[in-house]
C-alpha cells in the first residue's frame, strides 16, 4: 500500500476531498498557532521533513509547490490571516478576478 494518492484528477470527487481535507488540516494549524501552540520554526522542521520523504514525482508536484509556499510565508512571519488567505487561494485554485 503506498502512502501517496494517485490518480487524483483536477475534475474527481476523491481531489476535491483531498482539498477539502487539507484546507481543513490547515485551518486547524492556522487556529494552534494563533494560540501560540505551535512553534512556527518547529512546524517548518516537519514540513521539511515531510517534503523529503515525499516522491518526486508529478502527482505530488502541486503539493510540493502548495506546502512551499506556504512554509515560506512560515519563514518570513507573515500572519496568519494573509498566510491562509494565501492557502485557501491555491486550494480553490487562485485567486478570483472579481
Known amino acids: 500500500m503506498s502512502d501517496t494518492p494517485t490518480g487524483?484528477?483536477?475534475?474527481?470527487?476523491?481531489?476535491?476531498?483531498?482539498?477539502?481535507?487539507i484546507a481543513a488540516t490547515m485551518a486547524l494549524i492556522h487556529g494552534l498557532i494563533a494560540q501560540n501552540a505551535i512553534n512556527r520554526d518547529a512546524l517548518d522542521d516537519f514540513f521539511t521533513d515531510y517534503l523529503s520523504h515525499?516522491?518526486?514525482?508529478?502527482e505530488t508536484i502541486a503539493l510540493r509547490l502548495v506546502i512551499d509556499q506556504w512554509r515560506q510565508g512560515l519563514r518570513d512571519g507573515v500572519d496568519e490571516a494573509q498566510l491562509r488567505r494565501q492557502f485557501l487561494e491555491v486550494i480553490t485554485g487562485g485567486r478570483s478576478s472579481d
Open 8 to 21: 487524483y484528477s483536477s475534475g474527481s470527487a476523491e481531489f476535491a476531498f483531498l482539498k477539502g481535507h
Open 54 to 58: 515525499l516522491p518526486h514525482t508529478r
